[in-house]
């Protein structure tokens, strides 16, 4: 079953312009991680953020958590023609081995 | 390039054939796993091996059966299967046994069509 749910489902934005996501779930986790899918071919480790993180940066991604309302965001800043992909939050809960995803959101950057 | 390796990259079977995805990864990492997607949607979890045992399947049907040989090499058997079987069938692997701990790196996967 499904943890996370995504908004939007599908973003449009012009190359240069910033790109947020976000994701929410419904029960206690150990970590949230974010996932970038080029079209058919497999998923790719973007951020892995733990419960007691509030933000992490890596490179033009930034990552905010809050645990209080069960949400993320994921913001692409200065996004790109290659940024055009699925993204994916998926959560690992406190116990067990189980990465859930979420509905994903279909980004598309126009160049 | 993955450091994943999954074969074949196309499968298309019918319903009465048997069938191997291959998944191989050198990386030393102690759990590999099956995920299963269908188009537009999010990968949903199969199987999960943990230090060359099964630890989780996730109540799916004995028409797929996994084996993994060895710490690098995992499989997924396939027989008799469904038109509404047909999917990317993705493999990953992590570092540590638990999610909780590292990311999932995944394979570019199989595009099955059972006809």
């Known amino acids: 079953s499904q943890q996370g749910e995504e908004d939007p489902q599908a973003l449009s934005i012009q190359e240069g312009e910033n790109a947020t996501m976000n994701c929410s779930y419904k029960?206690?986790?150990?970590?949230l991680q974010w996932y970038r899918q080029n079209s058919g071919r497999g998923l790719v480790h973007l951020i892995l953020?733990?419960?007691?993180?509030r933000e992490k940066h890596s490179g033009r991604l930034r990552v905010t958590l809050d645990t209080s309302k069960k949400s993320s965001s994921l913001l692409i800043t200065a996004s790109r023609a290659a940024d055009t992909a699925s993204y994916f939050c998926a959560t690992a809960r406190e116990y067990g081995n189980k990465l859930v995803f979420g509905a994903g959101t279909i980004l598309r950057v126009k160049s | 390039d993955t450091e994943v390796t999954q074969t074949p990259k196309h499968l298309v079977m019918g319903m009465t054939n048997k069938k191997s995805l291959k998944c191989e990864q050198h990386m030393g990492h102690r759990a590999m796993y099956w995920y299963k997607q269908k188009a537009k949607k999010p990968p949903e979890l199969m199987f999960v091996?943990?230090?060359?045992?099964?630890?989780i399947n996730e109540s799916v049907p004995s028409r797929f059966s996994p084996e993994c040989p060895n710490s690098s090499l995992l499989n997924l058997h396939l027989h008799a299967l469904q038109p509404e079987d047909s999917a990317l069938y993705l493999c990953?692997?992590?570092?540590?046994?638990?999610?909780?701990?590292?990311?999932?790196?995944f394979g570019n996967g199989t595009r099955l069509t059972v006809t």
């Open positions: 029960t206690s986790i150990n970590n």
């Open positions: 990953a692997s992590s570092q540590d046994r638990f999610v909780t701990s590292s990311p999932l790196h």
């Open positions: 091996y943990s230090y060359e045992k099964l630890s």
């Open positions: 953020i733990r419960s007691n993180e």
